[in-house]
């Protein structure tokens, strides 16, 4: 299948069931092929390194807006917080301060999600359901607005056994009902719910994903 046709494909799902927006995954994708996806209407890209996103965005249309999705480094947030339009992936006290830190030096505020690990492998980041619950409750991060979390992002276990799909982004679910209820229920831009890749995005989007991030299934 095709970039543009992929695209297409999606963006019909997708307005099929509703409110959730595609966010095409470029990472190690050469500008040629972001370009073909615009081409088509793709205006969401999420990249995961700081640098290849900082030189993508420098020579793209400037209406692409820019996720960052993985691991981001405290030292490396300098380099897209000029633009980025969402962080996915907040995980410690440290980069929320940054951000924060970021964003005030070039007079903006930076929206992003609070990474929860659900999923069974060892190496994936993000805070456990307890150490997020402790998290918010010491309070911190309110002394740093300009990061202004907008909801929570996960990824399940890479798995073909749906039924622990299913239960890990209910876990997602209940984890975001949480924080919307006892933190940010007067804060009507807590809304989003990043989850579902190639392999599991139906799932994600009938456990009521907002967001869903896809890459080799439009790109190979
Ligand atoms: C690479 C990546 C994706 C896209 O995964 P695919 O399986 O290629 O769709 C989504 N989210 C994150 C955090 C990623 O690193």
Request: hydrophobic letters at 40%.
């Amino acid at each position: 299948m095709s970039i543009s046709s992929q695209i297409l494909h999606y963006q019909n799902e997708l307005k099929k069931i509703g409110s959730a927006k595609l966010v095409a995954v470029s990472k190690y994708q050469p500008n040629a092929a972001i370009e073909t996806a615009y081409n088509s209407g793709q205006r969401l890209f999420g990249e995961n390194k700081a640098q290849e996103l900082q030189q993508k965005a420098a020579s793209l249309p400037t209406d692409i807006e820019w996720h960052f999705i993985g691991h981001l480094q405290t030292n490396k947030v300098k380099y897209i917080a000029p633009f980025v339009k969402l962080i996915h992936a907040v995980d410690s006290l440290s980069l929320l301060k940054t951000i924060h830190k970021e964003a005030e030096k070039n007079n903006r505020s930076i929206d992003c999600l609070l990474q929860i690990h659900v999923a069974k492998e060892e190496t994936k980041f993000g805070f456990s359901e307890v150490e997020l619950r402790e998290f918010m409750s010491d309070n911190a991060y309110s002394e740093y607005p300009l990061a202004n979390i907008c909801g929570i992002m996960g990824m399940a276990s890479n798995t073909a056994d749906k039924h622990q799909i299913e239960q890990e982004f209910d876990e997602i679910v209940r984890m975001f009902n949480y924080l919307k209820a006892n933190y940010f229920s007067e804060k009507s831009d807590f809304s989003e719910i990043s989850m579902g890749m190639s392999n599991d995005w139906e799932i994600a989007i009938s456990k009521g994903a907002t967001l869903i991030r896809i890459g080799s299934s439009i790109f190979s």
